[in-house]
């Protein structure tokens, strides 16, 4: 089977030509089974299929039991493919992940791969719960895992061309937790804070509608591989090559990028925050780069052949608030301080 | 002015019923500064009572008096008041006098006939003094003295030869001139000028012209002006282009954020005064989303040319400044 990587392009599928008309309508459809099992998410949803589309990783993170494994499984479930997931505890290792050994019936030990290799290559969502419980060691093998998309094992390099890490963690409780490492944050495409339905039709379905009740049916209910997930990549080049982005608004996403690095110097101010020492890093080339993917999606989504600044705009919150790293005394109030720095970020800056 | 001058004055203890010659009032001009060739007035007022008459017959006649004065004309008028008769007489007279140095002559006397000018009282009394039967018998225009100079340059050039003296001396200074009052016109203009200089300044600030080009709240009529001024120097790609950026950031200012084609409406919907302007918006955003972000420029210029954006923007500012 001819499939295509990322890192790898020898080996991309070129034999059919994309129709992107009808890939848009696909992806709708790929949006409206997932919508029947998650209700009121219509802007997670959004942004999962974006990143789906770009081939990005994901980490949902929120409250406790308002349907984020649920809203990935769904996405698993619609998108096909071999699915995998692995629990983060304070004591699993990166091995437990490659492989794991057993007596079998006969007594024998037995070293069987792992929820990442059992599936080779084919593996297209990883599906990593709870991620901050797990250690820096499995942090770091996921960090290679996301980046390469590969993985080194039983002295061979296991690729997995179609693979996408989706992590969820709450946000509740601190305690035996580790926090994920900046280079790993850096790697997802978007960070999707997933909340409580504020829509009150939503909420009396979540509470009252039987099917709700049962998270494994109301998975299996939903039709399964949607999309074609062995042709994402190609398709995503396709989207890559063919939305413009125009001159007017490289400048304008570069204008965005130092007014988020320097905002003092940007003439931004934001009540309580010494601007001049609020940003210490992060918003990096790698996580700018993403954006302008993630924007030429949405962009292809909405049925344009350009991106115009609203794309960046809506998408910017997911795909770099998780990178921008604030000074340590400002931490503790990130999100009102990331959310109103990108805001004034974005009525400060002119387009075009 | 005029002199005063009573020339008698008769008391009425008498009974009314007896004729006399009760006043002979004379209102004589000025006395000096006179020169040849001058004319001057003489207004008298006879008062009768009773039968006694002025008898006008016998008052000179226009003509020359002497050799120097002519009596130009005399008229007189006469007018019933309060039980007596008042005879109103003027008299004009012109001088011939060349004077070679200032000249007092006089205006001869005439006396005044009267008829039954003593018609004794019907009582049978009779006054009680002479003089004073006398006066009430006969009266008579006195002479009047008047100093006639002689015309300037005849003194100074032809009789001072070697004068010696200053002309100031000579003459009589001048009357100082009256000085007119004009604090309240200075009151006045003052508070024009107040009016007017507000009246600028409002209107400035009104078009948000020079002192007040950076007024806040005026967005729109900054970009229409800049527009105008961009468009008049050519309608090119580029004047095109900077033309849709001021525009851009006019609508940034007025909504206090950076507006984008999909917020037009919802700019339109939280400004009621741009309300309806809801398709135009929409076509300029849309025209200049194409013109900056995609490949197709011509098609923008198309969709929205120039002439619409230049209307657009003077329509844009006179909302705004009706909104004001």
Known sequence: MNRPTLDRQSNADTSAPLDLVSW??????FQNEIAKAVVGQER??????????????????????????????????ALGGAYERIEGTIDLMPSDMIYHTFLNEEGKPRVDPGPVLRHGSDLSVFFFNEINRARPQVHSLLLRLMAERSITAFNREHVFPNLLVFADRNRIEREETFELPAAARDRFLMEVSISTPTDTAARRDLLFETKFHDVDSLILSLKEGVLDHGRLN????????????????????????????????????????????????????????YLVRAARVQAWLSGRDMVVPEDIRDIFQECMAHRIFLAPVYELRRDEIVRSLISAVFAKVPAP | MRVYWAAA?????????????????????RNFGYFIGDTLERDIEVVTSGKTELFTAALPRPGSLTYWLDLVSISHTERDEGGRRHYDLKLKYQIFYSAIEATELDIPAFPLKFKNPASVALDGTSPNDASDAAAKRSASIPAFRIIVAPLRDLVLVDLMPEKTKELSEVLRPDVPAREIPIAGKKQQLALAAVVLSTATLLLLWHYSVWPFR?????????????????????????SYREALLVLHRAFDEAAGQRIFSNDAIAFAEAHPV???????????????????????????????????????????AREERARA
Request: no cysteine; net charge positive.
């Open chain 2, 214 to 238: 950076k007024r806040a709240g005026r967005p729109f009529t900054r970009a229409d002006r800049q527009i105008r001024d961009l468009l008049a120097h050519g309608a090119g790609d580029p």
């Open chain 1, 44 to 77: 997670a949803i959004r942004l999962l299929t974006i990143a789906v589309v770009a081939r990005g990783h994901v980490l949902l993170e929120g409250d406790v039991g308002v349907g984020k494994t649920t809203l990935l499984r769904a996405v698993a479930r």
């Open chain 1, 234 to 289: 190609a398709l995503s080049r396709a989207i890559q090559n063919t939305i413009t982005v125009s001159p007017v608004l490289e400048q304008y996403v570069l204008d965005i990028w130092t007014a988020i690095r320097e905002p003092a110097n940007a003439g931004i101010s934001i009540g309580n925050v010494d601007v001049t020492r609020l940003v210490a890093g992060g918003a990096s080339p790698r996580g700018m780069s």
């Open chain 1, 24 to 29: 848009r309508r696909d992806v709708e459809n």
């Open chain 2, 9 to 29: 004055w008769l008391l009425f203890f008498l009974s009314p019923a007896s004729a006399a010659i009760d006043a002979v009032n004379v209102y004589e001009p």
């Open chain 2, 274 to 316: 741009y309300r309806g302007f809801s398709p135009r918006l929409k076509a300029f955003f849309e025209s200049s989303r194409l013109y900056f972000f995609s490949d197709d420029r011509s098609a923008a210029e198309r969709l929205f040319p120039v002439e619409k954006l230049r209307t657009l923007a003077s329509d844009l």
